[in-house]
């Protein structure tokens, strides 16, 4: 290694501006949602543990709507859905139960 190695202009690494992950636009999200294909309401699952734990993550997070691929609507619902059942202690705060399923990205649709 040489002191030339460890010039300033070397050792810049150029920034790469990466967009961040936008959700589903509201046609693909409408026909992504299954709450909204089988007319539930996701606050009716607060009791479930099953079914909110597959739209948490590892460390207990909700996952956002460009991995649920769900409506504006739905991801609210669901949120309320899924703080209700940590407030009951039906769902834990910092992690998931069981890894059971996690929803694929949304498909566009052509």
């Known amino acids: 290694m040489s002191p030339k190695d460890l010039h300033i202009d ?12 936008a959700p589903p636009p509201a046609s693909v ?23 909110l734990s597959a ?3 590892e460390m207990g997070k909700i996952y956002g709507r460009n991995v649920t691929g769900l409506t504006a609507r739905s991801q609210r619902r669901l949120a309320k859905a899924v703080r209700r059942s ?25």
């Open 55 to 57: 739209f948490t993550s």
């Open 86 to 110: 940590r407030a009951i202690g039906i769902l834990p705060q910092l992690s998931r139960p069981s890894k059971l399923w996690v929803p694929n990205s949304y498909k566009r649709r052509k």
């Open 29 to 51: 999200a409408r026909h992504n949602d299954v709450f909204r294909q089988l007319d539930l309401d996701p606050v009716d699952f607060a009791l479930n543990p099953n079914i």
């Open 10 to 21: 070397k050792c810049k690494t150029p920034y790469r501006f990466r967009r961040p992950k």
